[in-house]
């Protein structure tokens, strides 16, 4: 059975940082691309970064382009999104996927930035 | 960027009832697309991909057509458990892209 375990949500400051992590267990991690997307209170969904299996190639929303940087530790069966200079707008539920169709999703975690 | 319509935003229906939701591209994506449904305070969950076809588990009355720029989901008869709120994405190309969602609510 797929499982993604998304973590590393909390409150930080307009202009501050905080590193996601997603835990995949189930299926053979490195063969897939990995996604983040998010959803900001009582909006739809965004997608917001994109990885391919061997890490090589990432793709970003223009929203957070230069700002967010998503990576992977294929020995760790782990999915990262580093978030800087975090804006209110930033605001939101992010979810890690497996592949571009998004055919399983991690539970999610909040990030709230406010002063 | 290819943008997803969706259509209608909301809706009242009755269970038994027989819903569809369509989604518009700005342009061509072959069958790249996915239906997903959402209920509150939890996860999406993905329904169809490639448009036409269903994730194991999920119920028959689940359906997904088209390819191109036009698609529906169809759901035949609908039950207690399906009032959520669906979204399409396709995955033709970056930035991946999602419609703004239908509410379905109980009439």
């Known amino acids: 059975e797929v499982q993604l375990l998304d973590s590393g949500g909390g409150l930080v400051q307009p202009g501050g940082s905080l590193r996601l992590s997603c835990v995949a267990s189930?299926?053979?991690?490195?063969?897939?691309?990995m996604s983040w997307v998010r959803q900001a209170p009582g909006k739809g969904l965004e997608w917001v970064s994109a990885?391919?299996?061997?890490?090589?190639?990432?793709y970003n929303a223009d929203s957070v382009k230069g700002r967010f940087t998503i990576s992977r530790d294929n020995s760790k069966n782990t999915l990262y999104l580093r978030m800087d200079s975090l804006r209110a707008d930033d605001t939101a539920i992010y979810y890690c996927?497996?592949?571009?169709?998004?055919?399983?999703w991690g539970l999610g975690t909040l990030v709230t930035v406010s002063s | 960027d290819i943008q997803m319509t969706q259509s209608p935003s909301s809706l009242s229906a009755s269970v038994g009832d027989r819903v569809t939701i369509t989604c518009r591209a700005t342009?061509?994506?072959?069958?790249?697309l996915v239906w997903f449904q959402q209920k509150p305070g939890k996860a999406p969950k993905s329904l169809i991909f490639?448009?036409?076809s269903l994730h194991s588990g999920v119920p028959s009355r689940f359906s997904g057509s088209g390819s191109g720029t036009d698609f529906t989901l169809t759901i035949s008869s609908l039950q207690p458990e399906d009032f959520a709120t669906y979204y399409c994405?396709?995955?033709?190309?970056?930035?991946?892209?999602f419609g703004g969602g239908t509410r379905v609510e109980i009439k």
């Open positions: 994405q396709q995955y033709k190309s970056y930035p991946l892209t």
């Open positions: 490639a448009a036409s």
């Open positions: 189930g299926f053979t991690f490195s063969s897939y691309a």
């Open positions: 990885i391919s299996g061997d890490g090589a190639n990432t």
């Open positions: 996927a497996k592949t571009v169709g998004h055919d399983s």
């Open positions: 342009q061509g994506i072959s069958n790249f």
